[in-house]
């Protein structure tokens, strides 16, 4: 099982990136999905998850309205559409799926600064 995370960068406070993960050694679609976050001196926190069909979704209350979660399971790709950026979205992003234990991506450096 691996999870690559990518997309990430610098970014101005207001500006929007894309986060994918590809996953492989399992089908995304068969388990629900989940992005994290890590900020420095923080506890590692889930951001936003989405159920095995897609058709429900979960969001931290400090991302609600700006972030999205997606899969595109011909992909075997989760998404995370980040817009309205602010320095507190600084962090090291995270995918995560719970197949047979616990299974991070190495994770993807998100920094938002003007």
């Known amino acids: 099982v691996r999870l690559v995370e990518s997309g990430g960068g610098l ?3 207001g500006g929007s990136l ?5 996953a492989s050694g399992f ?6 999905m989940s992005w994290h976050r890590q900020a420095p001196g923080k506890e590692r926190e ?3 998850g989405i159920s095995i069909t897609g058709g429900r979704t979960n969001y931290a209350d400090s991302v609600k309205g700006r972030f999205t979660i997606s899969r595109d399971n011909a992909k075997n790709t989760v998404f995370l559409q980040m817009n309205s950026l602010t ?10 799926a719970f197949r047979s234990g616990p299974n ?5 450096q998100v920094t938002v600064s003007s």
Do not use: K, N
């Open 46 to 48: 889930l951001v936003a």
């Open 11 to 13: 970014v101005q406070p």
């Open 87 to 96: 320095p507190e979205d600084t962090a090291v992003y995270y995918c995560f």
């Open 27 to 32: 089908s995304v679609s068969s388990y629900p």
């Open 18 to 22: 894309r986060l994918s993960c590809v």
């Open 104 to 108: 991070w991506g190495q994770g993807t």
